[in-house]
């Protein structure tokens, strides 16, 4: 029987009493004991970005003197080599939506012989695939179909946060500087994804001012597309954290009980998808989360930081294996790319090669 946005609803707001009930039927639809995560280098190429939201730190004024214009190629391929001589398998290629808009970015490009961001970027990607065990997966925000084309053959997965449907939250400090978050934006790309058969992740963020309904609608947008397509191989359930210089610096964070009905409902929902909760940002509930039917840790580095969160280090791997074996689980490495879409028909012939490496 279909789960209605009523049922969604009843997890959500479900008091004390019936939470243990609900985290065991999440723990039924999980797929094995096995608990995985993808061993990876972190690279930002710019942290320019056409969007301002409330509560990022990752994002950066041009002129400012923290601020990273571009990446070159010379210090991309240093981060690559790295993480291929420490047995990484996934190069996370990530920045700025529509960085190359500014001027300073799109002149950076130009001296090194590129007229946009996404050209450089599969060239990045092209050279990590010849040159490393590396895969790419690539986070570059909202894109035409035509741009997500010409990406797909050169990265085994790709990503974009859903992060809500709600276009009220569009009219609120978290959303109100950012164009690129505009839901119906972000439901085409993923859509676009889809018909192009791109394994991809997607995911929401608890705790910007959304309601459990609009949660609920979030959830129901993501199952919708996924039973048309079937390309999405992972849902993260990602807390908003508050950081001192953000706008939303004194926005409530969301309690733990809202994050572990959040799981709930997402494994319950989504029995045929991974489901992470970030682990460096969760550390020590991060055991409660797999009982609550998570079931993936994502990306974690031995080398690069999260530049998104700079302030919550990657746990280390024997301490992810520790709280996950400590459960009775196993813990498992995973390419950037989930094994059921390692196949000629959601990946190129050069991709699908360099997954076999």
């Given at each position: 029987?279909?789960?209605?946005?009523?049922?969604?609803?009843?997890?959500?707001?479900?008091?004390?009493?019936?939470?243990?009930?609900?985290?065991?039927?999440?723990?039924?639809?999980?797929?094995?004991?096995?608990?995985?995560?993808?061993?990876?280098?972190?690279?930002?190429?710019?942290?320019?970005?056409?969007?301002?939201?409330?509560?990022?730190?990752?994002?950066?004024n041009p002129q400012d003197p923290q601020s990273n214009l571009l990446l070159d190629p010379e210090e991309v391929n240093k981060i690559v080599a790295n993480g291929h001589n420490h047995g990484c398998r996934e190069a996370l290629f990530t920045f700025?939506?529509?960085?190359?808009?500014?001027?300073?970015?799109?002149?950076?490009?130009?001296?090194?012989?590129?007229?946009?961001i996404l050209d450089y970027l599969h060239s990045l990607c092209v050279e990590t695939l010849d040159k490393t065990n590396l895969l790419p997966h690539s986070n570059p925000g909202v894109l035409e179909k035509s741009e997500l084309k010409m990406l797909r053959d050169v990265n085994a997965s790709m990503g974009l946060m859903l992060e809500t449907t709600s276009e009220r939250i569009m009219n609120t400090v978290a959303h109100?500087?950012?164009?690129?978050?505009?839901?119906?934006?972000?439901?085409?790309?993923?859509?676009?994804?889809?018909?192009?058969?791109?394994?991809?992740?997607?995911?929401?963020?608890?705790?910007?001012?959304?309601?459990?309904?609009?949660?609920?609608?979030?959830?129901?947008?993501?199952?919708?597309?996924?039973?048309?397509?079937?390309?999405?191989?992972?849902?993260?359930i990602q807390n908003f954290r508050s950081k001192p210089g953000i706008a939303m610096q004194d926005h409530p964070e969301p309690s733990l009980a809202e994050m572990i009905k959040m799981v709930v409902a997402t494994r319950i929902l989504f029995p045929d998808c991974g489901v992470q909760v970030p682990p460096n940002l969760n550390l020590e509930a991060a055991q409660i989360f797999l009982l609550a039917g998570a079931d993936d840790w994502g990306g974690v580095s031995p080398l690069?930081?999260?530049?998104?969160?700079?302030?919550?280090?990657?746990?280390?791997?024997?301490?992810?294996?520790?709280?996950?074996?400590?459960?009775?689980?196993?813990?498992?490495?995973?390419?950037?790319?989930?094994?059921?879409?390692?196949?000629?028909?959601?990946?190129?012939a050069e991709v699908l090669v360099s997954c076999l490496k």
């Open positions: 029987m279909p789960i209605s946005k009523d049922d969604i609803i009843s997890i959500l707001k479900a008091n004390g009493d019936h939470i243990p009930a609900l985290m065991e039927k999440a723990c039924f639809k999980r797929d094995g004991e096995s608990i995985t995560f993808s061993k990876n280098v972190f690279i930002p190429l710019t942290n320019i970005c056409r969007n301002d939201c409330g509560y990022c730190t990752f994002r950066q700025g939506e529509q960085a190359d808009k500014d001027p300073l970015v799109l002149e950076a490009l130009n001296k090194i012989g590129y007229e946009n109100q500087h950012s164009p690129g978050k505009d839901p119906k934006k972000r439901i085409k790309t993923i859509e676009n994804a889809g018909k192009l058969k791109i394994p991809f992740t997607t995911g929401l963020l608890i705790g910007i001012g959304e309601t459990v309904e609009e949660r609920a609608d979030s959830l129901l947008e993501i199952r919708k597309i996924q039973d048309k397509y079937q390309h999405i191989q992972e849902i993260i690069t930081p999260d530049y998104v969160n700079p302030e919550a280090p990657w746990p280390e791997v024997d301490d992810l294996r520790y709280i996950t074996e400590d459960l009775g689980f196993k813990l498992e490495e995973r390419l950037p790319v989930y094994d059921k879409f390692i196949n000629s028909e959601f990946l190129s």
